[in-house]
């Protein structure tokens, strides 16, 4: 009984885990929807009898229907604003750190307190990614190439120790690099 208790909580776990947000994705036929909603308004006006149809309700609705296929698409508009902004920005934060990060990986010696530092804004930008991720605003695999390179990081000791330091804090969102990279 208990294994089938662990196996039920792992199954719903890894069920609930793949469950996120995705405004982007799921914005993405609005009007298709719309318009097959506003289809099957019509059928059914036609199949009511006509001494219950009202064309001032019809039109309401259709007209609702209308407002909210624009409302949901400029929203998805100023969405792919925020993730084009969103990719701009990490993607220049982690450019400023790259060379230094992989120069630091390929020296043998110990990390100085500078090094640790840069490697904290690293985790610090792993973080706000796997957040913007996790919320549905950051295509998988955008994400995927992003935990790549995260990989490259996690093949160094050093790194992890100071992972290891650093998650004691708290202070990354649930985000766990240890576990991204594995």
Not at 3 to 12: C, D, G, V
Not at 53 to 70: D, Q
Request: aromatic share 16%; glycine share 4%; hydrophobic share 45%.
């Amino acid at each position: 009984m208990t294994e089938n208790k662990l196996f039920t909580s792992a199954l719903l776990q890894r069920s609930v885990g793949r469950f996120r947000a995705r405004p982007l994705q799921d914005r993405r036929n609005i009007w298709l929807w719309c318009l097959g909603a506003a289809v099957l308004i019509l059928i059914s006006y036609l199949i009511v009898p006509s001494m219950y149809r009202s064309t001032s309700v019809l039109l309401t609705v259709v007209g609702g229907i209308g407002a909210l296929a624009f409302y949901l698409h400029r929203r998805h508009a100023e969405d792919a604003r925020l993730v084009k902004e969103l990719l701009k920005e990490f993607n220049e934060r982690y450019d400023k750190l790259n060379n230094d990060l992989q120069l630091a990986c390929w020296r043998d010696a110990r990390f100085e307190e500078e090094t640790k530092l840069l490697f904290i804004k690293y985790f610090n930008l792993c973080a706000e990614e796997w957040l913007f991720w996790r919320a549905g605003y950051i295509y998988d695999p955008v994400w995927e190439a992003w935990k790549n390179g995260m990989k490259q990081y996690s093949k160094d000791a050093r790194v992890i120790t100071l992972w290891d330091k650093e998650v004691e804090s708290d202070s990354y969102y649930g985000f766990n690099f240890r576990q991204v990279t594995s």
